[in-house]
Structure formats: structure tokens, C-alpha cells
């Protein structure tokens, strides 16, 4: 069992920034890391992946002003978010599943763990 621990979320205005992070109940190295969020009244979509230590993959809503990275020594996984837009505002989700588990990492059904979200609201 892996626990997920989200926090960083917040209110800023259009074209702020937030960095959001992750922690791990337990070692992660080899789990693939991935950034989910739900808008009120949508379904869970893909933002960003960690995956085999070092790939990133990006929705093409968030390309160019997402970062994600990880610090395998603190178990924790960043989401820095640049330049928000009013579009961004849902809950943020962390999800983890090992490596080996993955073949579609930007499917949500493909993880097995999630964290319990952290909201964050961007006004225009």
C-alpha cells in the first residue's frame, strides 16, 4: 500500500503560479508519478506523468506551462504551474502505480494509488 499526501493548492489570479506537491508513504523510485484534475461536473482528465524515473508527458492544455519533477529522496513529486488560466481551476490529483503496471500513463485507470486532491481555484 502507498499513501498519497497532496498539498500546495490554493486561490491565485490569472497568470500566477502554484507549485503543488505530492508525498509518498514509501519509497517511490520505481513508480510511475502522474498529475490528474477534475473540474466540477467533468471527469477526471491527465495533466502531467512522471514515469520510469525521468520521461514527462504533458496534456496539450498544460504543455509549456506545467513542470513536473520528483525528488526520489523526500518521496515527493511536484507539479510547478506557471501562467494559470481560469481553465486550470479543479481539484488536483496525485496518483502512483509501479512502472511495471503502466502501459497507458495517461489513462487514470491504469493507477493504483491516489492521493484525496487539493483544490485549486485560478480567478480571472
Known amino acids: 500500500q502507498v499513501q498519497l499526501v497532496e498539498s500546495g493548492g490554493g486561490l491565485v489570479q490569472a497568470g500566477g503560479s502554484l507549485r503543488l506537491s505530492c508525498t509518498a508513504s514509501r519509497t517511490f523510485g520505481t513508480y510511475t508519478m502522474g498529475w490528474f484534475r477534475q473540474a466540477p461536473g467533468k471527469e477526471r482528465e491527465f495533466v502531467a506523468v512522471n514515469w520510469r524515473g525521468r520521461m514527462a508527458t504533458y496534456a496539450d492544455s498544460v504543455k509549456g506551462r506545467f513542470t513536473i519533477s520528483r525528488d526520489n529522496t523526500r518521496n515527493t513529486v511536484y507539479l510547478q504551474m506557471s501562467s494559470l488560466k481560469p481553465e486550470d481551476t479543479a481539484v488536483y490529483y496525485c496518483?502512483?502505480?509501479?512502472?511495471?503496471?503502466?502501459?497507458?500513463?495517461?489513462?487514470?485507470?491504469?493507477?493504483?494509488?491516489w492521493g484525496q486532491g487539493t483544490q485549486v481555484t485560478v480567478s480571472s
Open positions: 496518483a502512483a502505480s509501479p512502472d511495471s503496471r503502466i502501459t497507458v500513463v495517461t489513462s487514470p485507470s491504469e493507477y493504483d494509488y
